[in-house]
């Protein structure tokens, strides 16, 4: 018989989502625990809109015009426990909103300058980032009873905001993440 995946960590396996930043040598990281939903990672996509292409003012045909990125974003909503409160401080919100470790150490982006991901035909393709933005890289995984089975992806991502609200009468931490580079397939977390 059969066994599905679950969603919550057990003996029998479980979903896993951490994040690192770039520190050398040792990254720091946040292993996100209570999460409420799956997120729905939706990667970077590539489209060329089609150009007419017109001959002494008249329609030709359509050529495909310039690519250009499309990004989504994806939510993830982690219940709150009383162990992530410290001194007044959500843990994951500061590490992903504020970029501070518990010690209030400042954490290193990601952001190189350009990031990986697949375009139109399923190729790699390299673009620039040019914009400050903080890139947090991310793991994601679901683990299985037999390890050959475990499977996940790694991606960077930028975290664009952070609410929290009540669901079922507990309190959620309700993160906004734009994925921002190619799935690339994992098998385990970065210990």
């Known amino acids: 018989m059969s066994n599905p995946y679950l ?37 970077p996509k590539v489209i060329a809109d089609d150009e007419d292409f017109v001959v002494g003012g008249t329609l030709v045909g359509r050529v495909e015009g310039d690519d250009s990125t499309q990004y989504e974003d994806s939510t993830l909503e982690l219940f709150v426990y009383t162990e992530s409160v410290t001194a007044g401080k959500h843990e994951i919100y500061e590490f992903l909103m504020n970029k501070k470790d518990s010690s209030d150490t400042a954490l290193v982006s990601h ?23 903080f890139y947090f890289k991310g793991e994601y995984l679901f683990n299985h009873p037999t390890s050959e089975k475990t499977f996940g992806f790694e ?22 993440i734009e994925v921002v580079s190619k799935l690339t397939p994992i098998t385990a977390l970065t210990a």
């Open 7 to 43: 969603s919550k960590n057990s003996v029998a396996g479980g979903f896993q989502f951490q994040v690192l930043d770039n520190t050398a040598t040792t990254p720091k990281k946040l292993l996100l625990t209570g999460i409420s939903t799956y997120p729905e990672l939706k990667e």
């Open 111 to 133: 952001n190189t300058g350009s990031v990986t991901i697949k375009d139109i035909n399923g190729a790699d393709k390299t673009i620039s980032t040019t914009e400050n933005k």
């Open 155 to 176: 991606f960077l991502f930028h975290p664009k905001s952070a609410t929290f609200k009540e669901q079922d009468g507990k309190l959620v931490l309700s993160l906004t």
